[in-house]
């Protein structure tokens, strides 16, 4: 069975989807609200289980066809025959994009649903499905795009959609500013300082490689590198390493946009002014994976550069391999955002710098060459995160029920708008500030049991999904030496310790003690639509795990096992266990990852004598185990049972961790703080210079009006009085005549004087014509 | 030999003369509209036939009609169209047309004059684009300013008068040298025609780096290349919306067209040798104009100055002096034309109903005139270059012409790392804009009465979006046009400036 030919059908039907919401849906919404409702989130839903389905008919198919990738073109895009340059619309079916798509679709469906119950009664309604399904349609590009430039489409396009959604509620304002489109226009705009660098990375692709598709790219990449072949465009010319550590560090920078990493994770708190499914989809589970996706995908540049490094001392500046600063960018992200997380009320904010936490874990598992691994903990975090989004969702529904029934009883005219629904409540009430809650776990089942699990798995327990990819992660970073890995490996482990904290002091603020606000007392569980998403993703946060166990051995002491396993390498242990249910992810994956055949003996990268490629363990490192169980055991339970066991007891309690001071230091956002302070002034009062005080008054009126005009007029006027004088014919006397009139009435600017001017002009021009001629000839 | 471009540069005349007939009684205003209408839509369709009887692998220049006018002085009538100005006809033709219908109800005195002179300018800029000669191009070139200089200045503003005297008197001046550089080419080859004058450059070659400068300070004041550009803001704010449609349109086109049609081909080697230096002042350009274009608060000036950016990307694209570049920045030119007319469209639609572009008089428009808005949208983001829409395959193009370009040195990385910096300020000062015109509550009561786009405003912004979508999805068709004549023309460049290099 061959079915790569749907893959097109993947982005038909979510475009159908948003064409009939943004054509009809309002018109619908707005005739009758329940049926318009029903018609506006069925039809987006069924766009993204449509695609859902063809995403399982192409895994079907590759498993069908011995994993076989195909790339499916659509039609050529920019061809420019005279500079060599063609790029196709062009999809690729592997067992990569596949894996992405899956989890788009799969994920995305499920918040299809929910959202049909969270925005319910919301006045645009048709407009949130119609952006819904956008995303997916872009988020599709992106990941089954066959080369770099429509990759960059669906990049941007997820890009667009996120400003819109972040800005969904864009008339709310709160002390005059806009804040909603505030944090949609940052999140696009610092997301085009990271699009920067995928530009130039592009770019820098199409003149060394000759081409932009990923095959081409990655099969040339290797044979310059091999050859150590120099690269020349225009009159440019540099060792192939070089070129590739810049493409590597450039998509770095696209990803720290894109993924919210160090130094540009600020947009990403800020995000969620968005309704909750949108930080579900896109603010966690999908979108911002899109830096992890595109340097997975980029597996091989992103090894060579390591190769360049190890092999001739070519890294950034010399000093650090490309592939080593990725994998330090995301380990003190994840670190940094994980102690930030600690200092957070708003139950959004938290799981906000969880993610950004959990992306470092990503990045620094690619840049450490943990490919599979980054990929898995991106599988199961979208399973997680999700699930958590969706529970803080269902439970800022709940506390606005809740605290819409005390309003109501008070004073009978509440606006019923849902808009200001969810965000203009009179009295200032935060519906998703955490000291207002507590208690809700009596209230709303559904969401505490769902919502216990996706912390538990965030946290790291054992057996559920985060466990074990996180684990993975951990025990590649532990057992490769070096001095970078080690660097990572604790970094990683003291933010899984972070991580165990703020969720369990969430957990406890949330769902524990007593209610500390009216609204959590009369809080309630929220519609189907809501829960049944919620069970299926605990459900898969619970088993997801099972998509990569390791080989589980008990001989032998941890450390020894470890060492051996490393030495052993891939080969015997794979083949061992590839009959077994282990290691399922890594033998999919390991088909699209190419680096995985190079490394093999006999591969082009295996001949090298100081480069290895990174290995990571095929058999559970228990002392790596036993330390992350260790302490995210001992996180969640110092946060549940000594710092939060009974504080804060009200609303207005402060929180026992503000004692810390250099903790709650970091609640102060160390680069936000910078930005706002340093680049945004600089920007504003470089761009108010420049436009009114440089161009208007200096350029403009200055130089314009008073130089260039007055010195004209003034100029006329004094050949006019020289002629004058000395008694020239009557025509000169005219023209003088005519432009000593001009300097009083220019000031008044009266119709006419071009004439004068003209006159002036062209006799200048006869005059210097005259002159020219005489000299030239 | 073929009378279709005559007939395509002249056949408004026609136009002119109906709307003088019946102009002759007073109330005919609507027929009149009708007739200028009526003849930019024929105006239209004969430039798609010449498109359809164009040769695309054909290098030269096709449908030539050539004879000679001024024996005595070797000046011909000489006309042809190839890859290089093909686009830029088709462009003149649909922006004249949405020009003269966006001016349906804003223009409401002196109706005849308005779109006689629409019509005259429409001739002029076609006979710029299709002239061959270089004193037929002199005339065309100068003929431009006039009904121009009367649009800005009769229906212009509160400042209309000093604006229109500021642009007459700037390209004037500019186009001065450039008079002499054509006199001084033509004595010495004895011919103006400009095939002629490629073929025997050498004659002029030791005096190409002057005569450069010539074409090239007319040209630049066009465009306008910084820091030529202290007209531009004046003349855009002053003009009417159709005004300003036509000059980020086709007329700054103009200046574009002209360093390729005749600076590289007539001096290839001061062309490479400049093109560092005019390089670096497109990519200021491009950060000045993104820069100062943030803090406006005349929404039409913000628009304005952000044309300074745009076009300084298709001058980098030019000076690459390759054909990524030249293609991208012959494309963007397009893509300016029609994202910067259809910006220009906008905030005319709404200064007609409101009578101020002051950004802070509005806020909250989505709530009111939600479809302008999502139209709105996709123009800003087309400008913006989003990927998918017409501006980033040029501006993609462009940066990828320039990172290969031989003509900036060693390091041309640079100069593309440089002007890719454009892309983040454009999203800074075009999401600005949007946000503070249709974003937020509604506070100003004005607005409440805004009316949302109406059919006329409608098929106009759909007339855009159909080419902003089409270009930014297949651009294929529109590189196959001038593909050839770019490669001849980049080759030729090369064999002469990179011989033993």
């Not at chain 1, 919502?451 to 798995?457: P, R």
């Not at chain 1, 363990?617 to 992350?628: D, E, M």
């Amino acid at each position: 069975m061959t079915a790569y030919g749907l893959a097109p059908l993947l982005l038909i039907f979510p475009a159908i989807g948003f064409f009939f919401n943004a054509l009809f849906g309002r018109r619908f919404v707005e005739a009758d609200s329940k049926i318009g409702e029903r018609w506006s989130g069925w039809i987006a839903t069924l766009a993204a289980l449509s695609a859902f389905g063809v995403a399982l008919a192409l895994f079907a198919t590759l498993q069908a066809n011995h994993f076989e990738a195909m790339v499916v073109p659509v039609a050529d895009w920019i061809v420019i025959p005279a500079a060599d340059f063609a790029v196709a619309w062009a999809m690729r079916v592997d067992t990569l994009s596949v894996t992405m798509m899956l989890v788009v679709t799969g994920v995305g469906s499920l918040i299809h649903i929910y959202a049909m119950g969270y925005m319910h009664g919301d006045k645009d309604f048709s407009r949130f499905f119609a952006y819904f399904n956008m995303f997916i349609f872009f988020m599709l590009i992106l990941v089954s795009g066959s080369n770099y430039l429509v990759l960059f489409v669906g990049w941007e396009g997820v890009g667009l959609c996120s400003f819109l959604l972040i800005s969904y509620w864009f008339t709310v304002e709160k002390d005059g500013k806009m804040v909603n489109a505030d944090a949609g226009r940052k999140a696009f705009i610092v997301n085009r300082v990271g699009d920067f660098g995928m530009v130039l990375a592009i770019i820098l692709i199409f003149w060394t490689f000759g081409s932009l598709g990923f095959e081409r790219v990655f099969e040339s990449a290797i044979e310059m590198t091999v050859h150590q072949e120099t690269v020349h465009f225009g009159f440019f010319s540099a060792p192939i390493g070089a070129v590739i550590t810049a493409i590597v560090a450039l998509f770095l920078l696209g990803a720290t946009g894109k993924s919210a990493q160090i130094p540009l994770y600020v947009w990403l708190p800020d995000a969620m002014a968005g309704p909750t499914p949108v930080s579900a989809l896109i603010h966690a589970a999908t979108m911002v994976t899109s830096g992890i996706y595109l340097l997975v995908r980029s597996n091989v540049l992103v090894e060579l550069a390591r190769v360049s490094f190890v092999e001739q001392g070519i890294g950034i500046f010399g000093v650090i391999s490309a592939p080593d600063l990725i994998a330090l960018v995301g380990a003190s992200t994840a670190l940094l955002a994980g102690l930030i997380a600690f200092t957070q009320f708003d139950i959004k904010k938290v799981l906000a710098y969880s993610t950004v936490s959990q992306l470092g874990f990503m990045i620094a598992a690619v840049g450490m060459g943990a490919y599979v691994a980054a990929m898995f903990h991106l599988i199961t975090h979208a399973f997680f995160k999700a699930l958590l989004f969706l529970g803080s969702g269902s439970v800022i529904h709940g506390m606005e029920h809740g605290h819409h029934h005390i309003h109501h009883a008070h004073s009978d005219d509440h606006p019923s708008d849902a808009e200001e629904f969810h965000d203009q409540e009179p009295d200032h009430f935060d519906p998703q500030d955490m000291r207002t809650m507590g208690g809700l776990r009596h209230k709303m089942k559904w969401t505490f049991w769902t919502y216990l699990i996706g912390a538990l798995a965030l946290a790291g327990i054992f057996p559920f999904a985060g466990f074990w990819s996180k684990d993975e992660l951990l025990a590649h970073a532990n057992v490769n030496h070096s001095n970078v890995f080690s660097a990572v490996y604790w970094m990683l482990t003291i933010a899984a310790f972070c991580t165990a904290f703020y969720m369990g002091r969430q957990l406890m603020m949330v769902f524990f003690g007593k209610p500390r606000h009216g609204a959590a007392e009369h809080a309630h569980e929220s519609p189907r639509l809501m829960t049944v998403p919620l069970v299926i993703l605990a459900v898969l946060t619970i088993i997801g795990g099972s998509m990569n166990l390791p080989n589980i051995s008990f001989g032998g002491g941890a450390a020894a096992d470890s060492h051996a396993v490393v030495e052993e390498g891939h080969g015997e242990e794979m083949v061992a266990s590839s009959k077994g249910l282990t290691l399922a992810l890594e033998h999919w994956l390991e088909e699209s990852l190419l680096i995985f055949e190079l490394s093999e003996e006999g591969g082009e990268l295996a001949a090298y004598e100081n480069y290895e490629y990174p290995h990571t363990p095929t058999t559970l490192v228990w002392v790596v185990a036993i330390i992350s169980t260790l302490l995210a055991l001992s996180g969640l339970l110092l946060a549940m049972f000594v710092v939060y066991r009974k504080r804060p007891l009200s609303a207005t309690d402060p929180d026992p961790l503000q004692k810390l001071k250099p903790l709650w230091w970091f609640r102060i956002l160390p680069l936000e703080t910078l930005y706002m302070k340093t680049v945004v002034p600089a920007f504003k009062w470089l761009s108010d210079w420049l436009a009114f005080t440089v161009d208007w008054n200096f350029w403009h009126d200055f130089v314009h009006n008073n130089i260039i005009r007055d010195m004209f007029v003034s100029f006329s006027t004094f050949l006019a009085d020289v002629f004058d004088k000395y008694g020239v014919d009557g025509t000169v006397n005219g023209i003088g005549s005519v432009t000593k009139g001009l300097a009083g009435v220019l000031r008044k600017t009266q119709t006419g004087y071009t004439r004068s001017y003209a006159l002036g002009i062209f006799l200048g021009a006869v005059l210097l014509l005259a002159y020219f001629l005489w000299f030239a000839f | 030999m073929s009378i279709i471009l005559s007939v395509l540069i002249f056949f408004p005349l026609v136009g002119v003369l109906l709307i003088l007939i019946a102009g002759r009684k007073e109330g005919r205003d609507e027929a009149i509209k009708w007739i200028a209408l009526g003849t930019s839509v024929i105006t239209l369709l004969i430039s798609v036939a010449v498109l359809i009887g164009f040769r695309n692998g054909f290098p030269g220049l096709q449908m030539v009609d050539r004879f000679d006018w001024i024996p005595f002085l070797n000046i011909q009538y000489f006309v042809g169209v190839d890859g290089i100005s093909i686009l830029m006809i088709l462009l003149t033709a649909f922006i004249s047309m949405i020009a003269i219908l966006a001016s349906w109800t804003a223009i409401d005195h002196q109706i005849k004059t308005y779109y006689i002179l629409m019509l005259l300018l429409e001739i002029g800029m076609m006979g710029v684009f299709l002239a061959q000669d270089l004193f037929l191009f002199y005339i065309f070139w100068e003929f431009t300013l006039i009904p121009m200089y009367f649009l800005i200045g009769m229906w212009g503003g509160q400042e209309r008068v000093y604006a229109s005297i500021k642009f007459f008197l700037y390209t004037m001046a500019g186009s001065l040298l450039m008079l002499l550089a054509i006199l001084y080419m033509g004595i010495t080859n004895n011919s103006f025609s400009v095939p002629d004058l490629i073929a025997g450059r050498d004659a002029f070659a030791s005096a190409q780096y002057v005569l450069f400068i010539g074409f090239a300070i007319a040209f630049a004041i066009k465009v306008p290349i910084f820091p030529f550009h202290s007209w531009l803001p004046d003349a855009h704010t002053q003009a009417p919306t159709a005004g300003s449609i036509v000059l980020a349109g086709v007329l700054l086109k103009m200046g574009t067209y002209g360093f390729i049609r005749f600076n590289l081909p007539l001096f290839p080697e001061a062309s490479f040798d400049y093109a560092p230096a005019i390089a670096v002042l497109a990519i200021i350009g491009i950060i000045y104009g993104a820069l100062v274009s943030f803090p406006q608060k005349d929404v039409k000036k913000l628009v304005a100055y952000s044309s300074i950016s745009h076009l300084g990307f298709v001058m980098l694209g030019i000076f690459s002096l390759n054909a990524a570049g030249i293609e991208g920045g012959i494309l963007q030119g397009v893509n300016h034309g029609l994202s910067t007319g259809a910006l220009f469209f906008l905030v005319g639609v709404i200064y007609e109903q409101r009578h101020t572009r002051e950004m802070s008089e509005f806020g909250g428009l989505w709530k009111v005139v939600p479809v302008f808005t999502a139209l709105s949208l996709v123009v800003v983001l087309s400008s913006m270059g989003l990927p998918g829409l017409n501006g980033f395959v040029g501006e993609f193009s462009i940066l990828l012409g320039s990172m290969g370009a031989y003509s900036l040195g060693g390091h041309p990385w640079i100069y593309t790392a440089f002007a890719t910096t454009g892309v983040i300020l454009a999203a800074v000062y075009l999401l600005w804009m949007f946000q503070n015109v249709f974003m937020g509550a509604l506070k100003n009561p004005k607005n409440e009465k805004l009316r949302d786009v109406n059919k006329r405003e409608l098929v106009i912004f759909i007339a855009f979006l159909i080419f902003i979508v089409w270009i930014g999805v297949q651009p294929s068709p529109y590189f196959n046009l001038m593909d050839s004549t770019v490669s001849t023309l980049v080759n030729d460049i090369s064999a002469t400036v990179l011989v033993g290099q």
